[in-house]
């Protein structure tokens, strides 16, 4: 069964620390790694993805790292703010034509930020 | 501000009722979807439309009838709903393209309350 491990499934962090969440998959074909933010009461938002001829992507303060051998990525949240306190999902499809219809979501990973 | 509009936000309805949930984006693309996500938990894939045909439908049970009148248009018709159909529905769309995956963009859902 196609499977998105994500850990941790909570985490605290301080204001202007460093959060990471980590996921590690195990369909080799998979080709397309996004990450969502969600906020209570609102649906998933794109955050960032990326693509495995990259081993990593940076927008703003929000950067994947891809470790292709390992089948293993990690969003990384630098100087963490109040307002990312989130639930976080990692995710993963593989391309079959025409669209990437399903996406392997991770369990989710609670992120409060403490000011 | 999403791009992907759904309607009403909240839906309370009896196990005997009709009702259906509305999904609209202007963004021009081919894709739609139907997901359901329950409390803490990731979305879960229902329906998919490409190019306003049904793709994939996941085992849904036939009390959920999608429907996909034109291309920024999708609805998901209910009835004779159970309680643990109680959930955030969520409607997300994405691009059609013949050489890699694309982005999916969700709506924030109706929260649906089954009686």
């Known amino acids: 069964q196609q499977q998105v491990k994500q850990s941790p499934q909570s985490l605290i962090v301080q204001k202007g620390g460093i959060s990471i969440i980590n996921c590690a998959y195990e369909?080799?074909?998979?080709?397309?790694f996004p990450w969502y933010q969600q906020f209570p009461g609102k649906g998933p938002a794109l955050l960032i993805a990326?693509?495995?001829?990259?081993s990593e992507k940076k927008e703003g303060r929000f950067t994947i790292s891809f470790n292709k051998s390992a089948k293993q990525f990690s969003l990384h949240i630098m100087d963490s703010q109040p307002g990312d306190s989130a639930t976080y999902f990692c995710?993963?499809?593989?391309?079959?034509?025409?669209?990437?219809?399903?996406?392997?979501f991770g369990k989710g990973t609670l992120l409060t930020v403490n000011p | 501000d999403t791009e992907v509009t759904q309607t009403p936000k909240h839906l309370v309805m009896g196990m005997t009722n009709k009702k259906s949930l509305k999904c609209e984006q202007h963004?021009?693309?081919?894709?739609m979807y139907w997901y359901k996500q329950k409390a803490k938990k990731p979305p879960e894939l229902m329906f998919v439309?490409?190019?306003?045909?049904?793709?994939i439908n996941e085992s849904v049970p036939s009390r959920f009838s999608p429907e996909c009148p034109n291309s920024s248009l999708l609805n998901l018709h209910l009835h004779a709903l159970q309680p643990e159909d109680s959930a955030l529905y969520l409607c997300?769309?994405?691009?059609?393209?013949?050489?890699?995956?694309?982005?999916?963009?969700f709506g924030d859902g109706t929260r649906l309350s089954i009686l």
């Open positions: 995710a993963a499809s593989r391309f079959s034509g025409g669209s990437n219809y399903k996406l392997t």
């Open positions: 963004m021009g693309h081919r894709a």
């Open positions: 369909n080799t074909a998979f080709d397309y």
């Open positions: 997300a769309s994405s691009q059609e393209r013949q050489d890699s995956n694309q982005p999916q963009h």
């Open positions: 990326i693509r495995p001829d990259v």
């Open positions: 439309y490409s190019y306003e045909k049904l793709s």
